[in-house]
């Protein structure tokens, strides 16, 4: 029979960073919402939890210039923030739709990155954003691209050792408007059965000039769909959101289980992207530059 699994709390990065470096089974916790589960059921069982909730830096919230979220920030108060609502609407549109407010009231920014569940939303709204995850060790910080953090089924590009301090989210420029779509046909709890993360920038004469689309829950890591070759320099609307949405087909990787089949998932990650498009387009006509 397995024995209590040992407990400390850091108080600040370094001593977190010093005591992953220390213990080699070493988990960090924070929220604890996935962490505790996979405890529960038997899949990991680490000698030592590192508690980093009350260290000061993983708490803030910086909507300045560029969005910093400390990774140890709970969602709830990510999604409720006036200024993130006003300017990074689709980081709290996003947030919003995660589970419950109870479960949204636990879970942080850091820990849903780290856990790299594909089938949760953060990942695809901040792989769409070009977010950007900010990681520390004992010896040095650095920033991930969110298009590069995320290698396989709850796995990540950290580096032994690392933890992750938080994310940087840049402000879209005028023009542009983003999208997130869930689609939970058993529960609006539920894990989706896809998302759709969508940007679009318009011009004055409501032009592609940017776009993005990341689809989740159809992979092993967000899929990346190379939209704005479909796009750019072509209106938004149903044909040819139709047509940029269809370049998702080949490239999503859906697993079959209760919330329906390959194909059939395969199928909504079209039908989904192509809503998400066509409604990002939407709210990007409405702060489009006017021609004079």
């Given at each position: 029979m397995t024995?209590p699994?040992?407990?400390?709390?850091a108080?600040?990065?370094?001593?977190?960073c010093?005591l992953?470096?220390?213990?080699?089974d070493?988990r960090?916790?924070?929220?604890?919402?996935?962490l505790?589960i996979?405890m529960?059921?038997g899949l990991?069982?680490?000698?030592l939890?590192?508690?980093v909730?009350?260290i000061p830096r993983?708490r803030?919230?910086?909507p300045d210039g560029?969005l910093?979220?400390g990774?140890?920030?709970?969602?709830r108060?990510?999604?409720?923030h006036?200024?993130?609502?006003e300017?990074w609407?689709l980081?709290?549109?996003?947030l919003?739709k995660?589970a419950?407010?109870?479960?949204?009231?636990?879970?942080t920014?850091?820990g849903?990155?780290a856990?790299?569940?594909?089938a949760?939303?953060?990942?695809?709204m901040?792989?769409?954003?070009d977010?950007?995850?900010?990681?520390a060790s004992t010896?040095?910080e650095?920033?991930i691209?969110a298009?590069?953090?995320?290698?396989d089924?709850?796995e990540?590009?950290l580096?032994?050792g690392?933890l992750?301090?938080?994310v940087e989210?840049p402000a879209l420029?005028?023009g542009?408007?983003?999208v997130?779509?869930?689609?939970?046909?058993?529960s609006v709890?539920d894990?989706?059965?896809?998302?759709a993360?969508?940007v679009v920038r318009?011009d004055?004469?409501?032009?592609?000039?940017?776009?993005?689309?990341?689809l989740g829950?159809v992979?092993?890591?967000p899929v990346?769909?190379p939209?704005?070759e479909?796009?750019?320099?072509?209106?938004?609307?149903e044909?040819?959101a139709?047509?940029?949405?269809?370049?998702?087909?080949p490239?999503?990787?859906?697993?079959e289980?209760?919330?329906?089949?390959?194909?059939?998932?395969?199928?909504?990650?079209v039908v989904?992207g192509?809503?998400?498009l066509?409604a990002?387009?939407?709210?990007a006509a409405t702060s489009?530059p006017?021609?004079?």
């Amino acid at each position: 029979m397995t024995g209590p699994v040992a407990f400390r709390r850091a108080e600040s990065v370094e001593e977190a960073c010093a005591l992953l470096a220390e213990h080699e089974d070493a988990r960090i916790v924070s929220g604890g919402t996935a962490l505790a589960i996979l405890m529960r059921q038997g899949l990991v069982r680490p000698e030592l939890l590192i508690g980093v909730r009350h260290i000061p830096r993983l708490r803030e919230i910086e909507p300045d210039g560029v969005l910093r979220l400390g990774a140890g920030v709970p969602l709830r108060a990510v999604e409720h923030h006036p200024a993130i609502q006003e300017r990074w609407p689709l980081v709290a549109e996003t947030l919003r739709k995660v589970a419950t407010p109870r479960i949204r009231n636990m879970a942080t920014i850091g820990g849903g990155l780290a856990h790299a569940d594909p089938a949760q939303d953060p990942p695809a709204m901040f792989v769409a954003l070009d977010a950007r995850v900010l990681v520390a060790s004992t010896s040095s910080e650095r920033t991930i691209p969110a298009s590069e953090f995320f290698v396989d089924y709850y796995e990540t590009s950290l580096d032994e050792g690392e933890l992750v301090v938080g994310v940087e989210v840049p402000a879209l420029p005028r023009g542009s408007a983003g999208v997130f779509l869930k689609y939970t046909p058993r529960s609006v709890e539920d894990c989706a059965t896809v998302s759709a993360a969508a940007v679009v920038r318009l011009d004055a004469d409501g032009v592609c000039q940017a776009a993005r689309l990341v689809l989740g829950a159809v992979g092993v890591v967000p899929v990346v769909v190379p939209v704005a070759e479909a796009l750019v320099g072509r209106p938004v609307v149903e044909a040819t959101a139709r047509a940029a949405a269809e370049l998702a087909r080949p490239l999503v990787d859906p697993v079959e289980d209760v919330r329906g089949s390959s194909d059939y998932k395969r199928d909504m990650a079209v039908v989904f992207g192509r809503r998400a498009l066509l409604a990002a387009a939407q709210r990007a006509a409405t702060s489009a530059p006017t021609r004079r």
